[in-house]
């Protein structure tokens, strides 16, 4: 079992950054994938970015260039860095997390782009 809390959402203006994270625990060696998805009111859940246990990444494409995922090993936690933040960003981030034939996931946490 694993378990994913997010945190660091929030309200902020466009064109601001905003840095989640997300902190895994339980049986975390089985993880081979980790990310973020986020979903918009009415909307379906989108892929925002990925990191793999080799440290490969890969973003959506309307985050390129404004969005680093990163994977602290350590601390067992994969934050994403979210610069020049658009209204259409706003919804909720939801983490997940990887093993070999299951996708955990994270409550979500809100984010909200506005002025």
């Known amino acids: 079992q694993v378990q994913l809390v997010e945190s660091g959402g929030g309200l902020v203006q466009p064109g601001g950054s905003l840095r989640l994270s997300c902190a895994a625990s339980?049986?975390?060696?089985?993880?081979?994938?980790m990310g973020w998805y986020r979903q918009a009111l009415g909307k379906e859940r989108e892929l925002v970015a990925f990191i793999t246990s080799g440290g490969y990444t890969n973003y959506a494409d309307s985050v390129k260039g404004r969005f680093t995922i990163s994977r602290d090993n350590a601390k067992n936690t994969v934050p994403l860095q979210m610069n020049s933040l658009k209204p259409e960003d706003t919804g909720v981030y939801y983490c997940?997390?990887?093993?070999?034939?299951?996708?955990?996931w994270g409550q979500g946490t809100q984010v909200t782009v506005s002025s």
């Open positions: 997940y997390a990887n093993e070999k034939f299951r996708r955990y």
């Open positions: 339980g049986s975390i060696s089985s993880i081979n994938v």
